[in-house]
């Protein structure tokens, strides 16, 4: 794994995105119109963005320019816009290739988000692979997409679900870990950042222990490719899955990328056009990949936009960027422990960008209304990770999470606000 | 604090948020309904002792933010003693207090949660015990209710 900066390193100094010794919060900040307004009378300052980002203008214009310019239906036109179009989605998967670092632009597969990846990869598990009594193994801080997938397959397929462990300071247990590993484990499906807790999960570490048993591993993402770095091929994995809208993208638009030799072995998800080479009533033939995954008319806005996010996101320096979001995750750590009542949920050594919290006396919902009206954006509720909620024997919690945009300030206002919050509340 | 706050979290629902009545288990009853909000996450248990049609008892329990406790604490104050037909209509009554903000006139304490109406997002959060009574007195199948 890249170096994730210690926490400790950056003490309470104000964080600013510095770049080649400019400041660049405000340049940043500049580019993301939606960050430019007021909600309830109070400049907004948004740290929900776990749940999704928002989009720069590099973003916005990207979808406007196809829109405007070059849209037409992509694979299938021989006219120039339909050429203009093909280009520019091939070339976002070019983008995209780089940005994870696949071997192959073959294996990277447009789909909806996280959610749809992870779903077409049971199902071709399934079909594939699956026995009964054979299993699957994925981690008690899922998210319920990396849950329900699994409990479905397995109940259609008489495999079985188990769960590694966690431990209570939201870290995984990894001494259990390979012990659930046997020689009926088919799949290691892990989530890379825990979207309710924040842990990285020392993936590189597991993917090469359940490869020594010859499992293969699917990394869910969804919360880390815009807070760590991801290089498919160092890490391994034999899956990697994400959704565009947490990484400055479009909603709507996701990335599986998988290695080839899994992906020739699974049978298609979706038939339709644009996945076959042949087709007659008595026989059809597959498309090569990716295209054999990618069934329909594909958001070709969207893909053209994630490609455009990414490309703007790699213009950072990334360690600067690391450096700046662990600095504000900091912050919002010793500045939220310190308010009264206040109990951080998940205090794994290696996090990122969220912070999952409770307040005694006051239920994460309620709080979430009042924060709303000092006008900041907090994520209140199960955060589709019920299991986890349970773990820690909590209904639900408030969560802040941080982006690139984020300043001290913000983290500043929540503080602020939390304490407003519970003066009113008294 | 903004006036709309302040209107959504009056003492009264502050109160019974924290302190809500009825919060126990009822044994035994003649209906047991569950509800979930599966937005948020809040989970409660509703329990009725009915006879000769009459609501002899209710009692819950379950966990959510104030305005879900309130709201559910304050219903089974207001049910308690009722005749089922009379408890379905102030469920219509209430129903209609929370889309519209307008109370019927003999909404008593309950037009305090009419404040709700200005919080979208919460709306399901003041009706969740509501439907749970509408369910197990209309129909009364054991199944859980949502508010999905
Ligand atoms: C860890 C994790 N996995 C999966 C998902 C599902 O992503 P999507 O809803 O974009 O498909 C999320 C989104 O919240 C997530 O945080």
């Known amino acids: ?426 | 604090m903004n006036p709309e706050l302040k209107q959504l979290y009056q003492e009264l629902i502050m109160d019974h948020g924290r302190q809500p009545r009825n919060f126990r288990v009822l044994s035994p009853c003649t209906h047991k309904q569950q509800a979930d909000n599966p937005l948020c996450g809040d989970q409660l248990t509703l329990y009725l002792d009915v006879k000769n049609g009459v609501v002899q008892d209710i009692a819950f329990q379950g966990h959510g933010c104030a305005i879900s406790m309130a709201s559910s604490s304050m219903m089974t104050q207001e049910v308690k003693g009722k005749s089922v037909d009379n408890a379905l209509a102030l469920f219509k009554k209430f129903h209609q207090l929370i889309m519209s903000g307008e109370s019927a006139e003999d909404m008593g304490r309950l037009a305090v949660l009419g404040g709700v109406k200005a919080f979208p997002m919460r709306v399901k959060c003041a009706t969740l015990a509501w439907h749970a009574l509408e369910h197990a007195l209309s129909a009364n199948d054991g199944q859980a209710v949502t508010t999905e």
């Open chain 1, 1 to 426: 794994m890249a170096e994730q900066p210690s926490q400790q390193q950056f003490q309470s100094s104000p964080s600013a995105l510095v770049s080649d010794g400019r400041c660049l919060t405000d340049e940043v900040r500049h580019q993301f119109p939606t960050l430019h307004q007021h909600v309830h009378g109070q400049p907004l300052v948004y740290l929900d963005n776990a749940a999704t980002t928002q989009k720069p203008e590099a973003v916005l214009q990207a979808l406007d320019h196809y829109y405007r310019c070059d849209n037409a239906n992509v694979h299938r036109g021989v006219h120039a816009l339909s050429e203009r179009a093909t280009w520019a989605m091939e070339s976002a998967r070019d983008s995209i290739q780089q940005f994870i670092n696949a071997a192959n632009r073959e294996e990277v597969i447009f789909v909806r988000g996280t959610t749809e990846a992870i779903n077409l990869i049971a199902h071709g598990i399934a079909e594939s692979i699956l026995q009964p009594g054979d299993e699957i193994l994925i981690s008690a801080m899922e998210h319920h997409a990396n849950i329900v997938p699994w409990q479905l397959v397995c109940q259609r397929t008489q495999s079985v679900l188990k769960v590694i462990p966690m431990l209570p300071s939201g870290e995984l247990d990894l001494e259990a870990f390979p012990l659930l590993l046997s020689s009926r484990t088919r799949l290691l499906a892990v989530s890379h950042v825990s979207n309710a807790l924040g842990t990285v999960n020392p993936v590189a570490k597991m993917i090469a222990i359940a490869h020594d048993h010859g499992i293969p591993v699917l990394v869910d993402g969804a919360q880390a490719v815009a807070h760590t770095p991801v290089d498919v091929q160092a890490l391994d994995c034999d899956f990697y899955v994400f959704s565009g809208h947490k990484v400055y993208g479009p909603t709507g638009i996701g990335i599986l990328y998988g290695k080839q030799v899994w992906l020739d072995r699974f049978p298609p998800y979706q038939g339709g056009g644009e996945m076959i080479r042949r087709v007659s009533f008595d026989h059809t033939e597959f498309n090569n990949l990716p295209y054999k995954f990618e069934a329909g008319t594909p958001a070709i806005a969207e893909a053209i936009g994630l490609g455009a996010a990414l490309q703007w996101f790699s213009h950072f320096r990334q360690h600067t960027l690391w450096e700046h979001e662990a600095t504000l995750l900091y912050q919002l750590h010793a500045q939220l422990k310190a308010v009264p009542g206040v109990k951080i949920i998940g205090n794994a050594k290696e996090k990122t960008a969220v912070c999952s919290f409770t307040v005694a006396g006051i239920h994460p919902h309620d709080l979430g209304t009042l924060l709303d009206h000092s006008g900041i954006a907090v994520r209140a509720g199960h955060h589709c990770a019920m299991p986890v909620m349970d773990f820690f024997n909590v209904p639900a919690t408030v969560r802040a999470s941080v982006a690139i945009y984020n300043t001290t300030e913000d983290i500043a206002r929540l503080i602020n606000g939390l304490e407003q919050a519970l003066e009113f509340w008294q």
